[in-house]
């Protein structure tokens, strides 16, 4: 297992392997050749890694990069290297290179000129069929498949991998050609060369099939043992089999709370445990296989194939045999972690006719029980098939809002119960699509999480809102203190460089921090404070104050709250819709003020809309106020009119005692 990657200083050594790259996209060529540079990359292996890679993975490899962009272009360049004496070892080619040959075309005419050239095919999991390929060109121990986006050790495990075995091979090569010569003299050493090759030859095809940290198969070898299972499907009736594709449950959290060595122990374990929940079979009579499999697909998913199944029930079986195990904690680096897995299920009665058919809609009935609640188990049907086309097709048009762009953000002013005078405005996004019309958060701030798309969504939104509060500090005076809060989601407060956007974004807009407040739902501070402490602390350095929205609703809320410097707790609107008609959510109001002044931070009521709301509030010396019946969100340039309308920023507090 590759277990990190370091920076060292650079040395004058020469290039020890010549790569090609072949793809259309210049982004590809970028990634490759950053991950490549192997003279600053240094690459440590624990003892199991070590023995999989062998002992020459250590070595520090430096590799030169040529680009071609298509495959006419690369072919031209393995002929040129190999007449100037300087052939490439090895040649990273996308799947697809329009215009001209596609990869499999390509590999082919780089195989006639030069039939040692080891080729990685970049591709995304739904990118490829295997089968074609393998059908065009012939099993061979030179082609390996690589999933995009690139994974860096992935990229260097395979990189060293694969120049060591072309070395060894190249090498073994003129060896054989002196030995030729020196037959008689040196049939000794012949033979002892014969078996180093023979060694390498089964590394490097146990090493191409096998996960490195759990020693299971992978991705490779699992879809090659499914292929012939739905190939056996189809010319034997009755024959019936079951994927079941597993993902941990909250596996991030363990990892960020217990470190990622920890991370690898509780998938090893994992490993373990799913194996010991597969059927045994003494023979395999006219089977595939005869015996079920566990592979390590990726990060911290698996697949379990299960052979000649009687019906779904056995299926089912094994998933639950799989939840009863995970019920005893286990033991990670001195501290007991329990664990969940969400599994979903395909059975081979849906006739399909690729095994990456099969894993994809194992794969979406999985994601089905991770929405359901986790820890469950969903048998994938049709219906999830079109759900999950249609969620592809929310995501395309999601990515083509952000290029055009069809977002814009609205302002809802938030008012001091005290004075009537607006503190400032909550940005609020929303999507204008030409198929939809008006699109509220709720109907794609989800999908954009899940997706990742919220991290440039969220980059935009903060930078517009900076430079909309700056106009405004121009046209009504930087006195009116106008201030501005922005959401920010998990997935976004868990980039690395957020602290550091955060503070770039304050300088190129020339907004001091202290108009900006960051809105974080409670839930997103709460989940792990060990690490969310510290980062908005750093924030605060930077003048930005920090808002908990929606208290109340989260968990263990009181017992993790004076561990951060928080500004402002925001009540969920929740309580104060119900608080005149319902005793304890006006207990709990009132509890959740008393503890936000104890802990000298402001309170905000959500969705305060009556007159009588607002005079509750006041009564129980609520600081502001945010909803409809103060104003509702508008865009900016109703915003200017409202404030240019509003003397001194100042609204009646109609039903309030203004105290």
Known sequence: M????????????????????????????????????TETLEIELDDDGATVL????????????????????????????RDAGKPYALAFIDIRTPPGWDAVETISHLWEVDPDLQIVICTAFTDYNWNGIEQNLGFSGN???????????????????LTEKWSSARQAQLRQEELDRLVDERTAQLHSVIKALKSAKEFAETAALQDSLTKLPNRRMFESR??????????????????????VDRFKVINDNL???????????????????????????????????????????????????????????ISDRISEKLKAPILLRGKETSITVSIGVALSASHYATADNMMRDADTAMYRAKVAGRDGCVLFDESMHIHAVERLHRESEMRQAI??????????????????????????????????????????????????????????????ACLEICRWHQRFGAEACLS?????????????????????????????????RLELAETVAMDSPERTAPMLAELQQLGVRISIDDFGTGYSSLKHLHRFSVDTLKIDRSFI??????????????????????????????????GEQLAMLSGMNCDCAQGHFLAKPMESAAVEEFLSATPGFRLPLAGSNGR
């Open 2 to 37: 590759v277990r990190k990657m370091k920076h060292l200083k650079k040395s004058a050594k020469h290039a020890d392997f010549r790569l090609l790259i072949v793809a259309d996209n210049e982004a590809t060529h970028a990634d490759l050749k950053r991950l490549l540079r």
């Open 54 to 81: 062998g002992r020459s993975g250590l070595n520090n490899s430096k590799f030169e990069t040529d680009s071609a962009f298509q495959g006419q272009e690369g072919l031209i360049r393995l002929q040129e290297a």
């Open 143 to 161: 082609l390996v498949l690589l999933k995009k986006p690139f994974d860096p050790a992935e990229v260097a495990e395979v990189a060293h991998a």
């Open 226 to 247: 499914l292929s012939l299972a739905i190939k056996h499907a189809e010319r034997t009736p009755g024959y019936l089999c079951a994927l079941l594709y597993l993902d």
């Open 259 to 317: 470190g990622h060595l920890a991370g690898d122990e509780l998938l090893i374990e994992l490993a373990h445990i799913l194996e010991s929940c597969l059927r045994r079979s003494p023979d395999s009579g006219d089977r595939p296989s005869g015996e079920d499999i566990v592979a390590r697909i990726g990060g911290d998913e698996f697949a379990i194939f299960l052979d000649n199944i009687r019906d779904v029930s056995d299926a089912l079986r």
């Open 403 to 464: 290029e055009q762009p069809e977002f814009f953000i609205c302002y809802q002013p938030i008012v001091s119960l005290v004075y009537g005078k607006i503190q400032l405005f909550e940005a609020l996004l929303r999507w204008r699509s030409p198929a939809r019309g008006i699109v509220l958060p709720a109907d794609f701030i989800p999908l954009a999480e899940e997706t990742g798309l919220i991290v440039p969504i969220g980059a935009w939104v903060l930078r517009e």
């Open 484 to 516: 501005v809060g922005v959401n920010i989601s998990s997935r976004q407060l868990w980039q690395p460089d957020f602290v550091a956007l955060v503070k770039q974004t304050l300088h190129e807009t020339g907004l001091d921090g202290q108009f900006l």
């Open 577 to 610: 819709s119900h608080m005149e008609a319902d005793e304890r959510n006006l207990s709990i109001v009132r509890s959740i003020i008393s503890l936000a002044h104890s802990l000298k931070m402001v309170v905000v009521a959500e969705g305060a809309e009556t």
